[in-house]
């Protein structure tokens, strides 16, 4: 079945720093893929998403792309700040652009920004 | 801005009793889903719920659990005797068509003493 492996946290940096938090998945076909981020006391928001292979998505600094040859979508920012410390989660959703059905979720990287 | 709503934030109960979460979705969203996350573990999924019935379960989702969407505007999961191992953040989510994103609630906390 699918699965999703992210690295494993938590991940604390300066303000200012470059942040990389790696996730790989198992799938048959060709998946959906999201960054969602978990701010305290909130629900899951959609950070970013791409649907097929080579796509990259962003939002508010944060990059993903979609690596079909190594099943990955790492997530990227070039400079954080201490407003994205948060948890984010990598998921994994049906095939063919849509976002409909369950999401496999990772395990979520704690990300903690000093100022 | 619309949001999905759930209550309580915390619910405290005890082996074998009946709990009911609750969830106010964003209104004209279609699709409606469960999931829960057991502390330290993976946010798994649990059932979705399209035109008022189930269209997906996991396994976790055994008879002991139902979901219900008795008044157009609430979702509700209900786990009829709850075990200890029931004990996880529970996340309720609501989706206004298959090609938008899934929104999620903040999340009850349920606990099994």
């Known amino acids: 079945g699918n699965s999703v492996t992210q690295m494993e946290g938590p991940v604390t940096l300066s303000e200012e720093a470059f942040l990389t938090i790696n996730c790989t998945y198992t799938?048959?076909?060709?998946?959906?893929l999201f960054w969602y981020v978990q701010y305290p006391g909130e629900g899951l928001q959609l950070l970013l998403k791409a649907t097929k292979a080579d796509d990259k998505g962003s939002n508010k600094g944060f990059e993903a792309t979609y690596r079909k040859e190594t099943t990955s979508f790492h997530l990227e920012k070039g400079s954080v700040q201490v407003s994205d410390s948060a948890v984010y989660f990598c998921?994994?959703?049906?095939?063919?652009?849509?976002?409909?059905?369950?999401?496999?979720f990772g395990q979520g990287t704690i990300l903690t920004v000093h100022p | 801005e619309p949001e999905v709503t759930q209550t309580p934030s915390h619910q405290v109960t005890q082996m074998g009793q009946e709990v009911i979460l609750r969830c106010v979705p964003i209104?004209?969203?279609?699709?409606f889903y469960w999931y829960r996350q057991i502390l330290g573990q993976k946010v798994e999924f649990l059932v979705s719920f399209y035109n008022n019935e189930i269209s997906e379960k996991s396994e976790i989702f055994d008879d002991q659990f139902s979901v219900e969407r008795p008044d157009g505007s609430n979702f509700t999961l209900k786990i009829r005797s709850t075990k200890l191992e029931d004990s996880a953040m529970y996340f309720c989510?609501?989706?206004?068509?298959?090609?938008?994103?899934?929104?999620f609630g903040p999340g009850t906390r349920l606990t099994v003493l």
């Open positions: 209104s004209n969203h279609l699709y």
């Open positions: 989510a609501s989706q206004g068509s298959s090609y938008n994103e899934q929104f």
């Open positions: 998921a994994l959703g049906n095939a063919g652009g849509t976002s409909y059905g369950k999401l496999t």
């Open positions: 799938a048959t076909g060709y998946p959906s």
